[in-house]
């Protein structure tokens, strides 16, 4: 199981933590390097009060060093739109193993300052992040917001590398548990649905054991995919309102290639495309839980969407 060793990691990682109201009063401090913050520490329950912290830093950061650091995190703009929620898109806290500051007046600095407990909230100059912790250019969408971006951090609590993979594991298996009562149950909802779906709009289509929907409106005359085989599919994606999320025009009308059976497309795709023989167009009705599930994927495909695909098996190797 991996442990996220270095804070670089939650910017690439793509529920509202509760700290935006710290933001709204009181004035920020700031470290020798820079970083404008505001600590609060934990009275006891949900009461929090304003925590001092050394212009030199933490003092006692070298006793949490090599331990690791449960914490919920959220990124902002300077505009204060929301560009990662660690409680949202992961449903499980970061882990962060804490070292040695090498360079300080970025995140891993900002970090050092939380003991257990403790909520914060960090202001950085958006170059300087880029260029400490980042080690990359400013992305135009993020210098075009303005010049700072907003940490808001919940340090939940401090673990050994031992007690953090039994934990991360643990909570791994219960929302593992959750994800699948929550498909089983949406499958029986979108069932209902996709028969309501395939009865307005006059298709004659067939269920396959997993709940896909299939029709075939040109049959193909060659062999059916089997597991491991590579396959060359042509598609369109939309929702059942007819929205297109996704098609294989947009890509040049060039078709995808993948690996039956193995995970690189949605649990849909590897349970109907083997259906189909070589040279054959389809019209696929996916449940949303052998699509994108309960997370949906970006802005076009919400959570819980059954999906329409519009395919044409082009080649079977």
């Not at 009865?199 to 299939?214: E, F, I, P």
């Not at 995808?256 to 497309?265: A, E, L, S, T, Y």
Request: hydrophobic share 35%; proline share 5%; glycine share 10%.
């Amino acid at each position: 199981m991996h442990l996220h060793r270095n804070i670089l990691s939650l910017a690439l990682a793509a529920g509202v933590l509760g700290l935006a109201s710290c933001n709204k009063g009181g004035d920020f401090a700031k470290t020798k390097t820079g970083i404008e913050y505001k600590i609060y520490k934990n009275d006891g329950g949900t009461k929090y009060s304003p925590r001092e912290v050394s212009a030199d830093g933490d003092a006692t950061y070298k006793d949490r060093l090599g331990k690791i650091m449960a914490l919920d995190v959220e990124y902002r703009t300077a505009k204060d739109s929301v560009l990662f929620n660690s409680r949202k898109q992961q449903g499980i806290p970061m882990r962060i193993e804490l070292q040695e500051l090498k360079v300080k007046g970025g995140l891993e600095e900002a970090l050092s300052l939380l003991q257990p407990g403790d909520s914060g909230v960090f202001r950085f100059n958006v170059d300087t992040i880029f260029a400490k912790s980042f080690k990359q250019p400013v992305p135009p969408f993020m210098k075009k917001a303005g010049n700072t971006m907003t940490m808001f951090v919940k340090a939940q609590k401090l673990q050994t590398r031992d007690e953090a993979m039994a934990d991360q594991q643990k909570m791994m298996m219960e929302q593992q548990q959750k994800m699948a009562a929550h498909a089983e149950d949406q499958l029986k909802k979108d069932d209902v649905i996709l028969q309501e779906y395939v009865k307005k709009n006059n298709l004659t289509m067939q269920k396959d054991a997993s709940g896909v929907y299939y029709m075939v409106t040109k049959p193909g005359t060659g062999p059916k995919p089997k597991a491991g085989q590579t396959v060359s599919v042509l598609y369109k994606g939309s929702l059942l309102d007819g929205k297109v999320f996704d098609s294989s025009e947009k890509m040049g009308n060039k078709p995808i290639d993948f690996p039956i059976g193995v995970g690189q497309v949605i649990p849909g795709w590897d349970k109907a495309i083997p259906l189909l023989a070589k040279g054959s167009k389809a019209t696929l009705l996916i449940p949303s839980s052998l699509a994108y599930g309960q997370r949906g994927a970006g802005a076009d495909i919400p959570a819980d969407a059954p999906l329409r695909f519009d395919v044409e098996l082009v080649d079977v190797k």
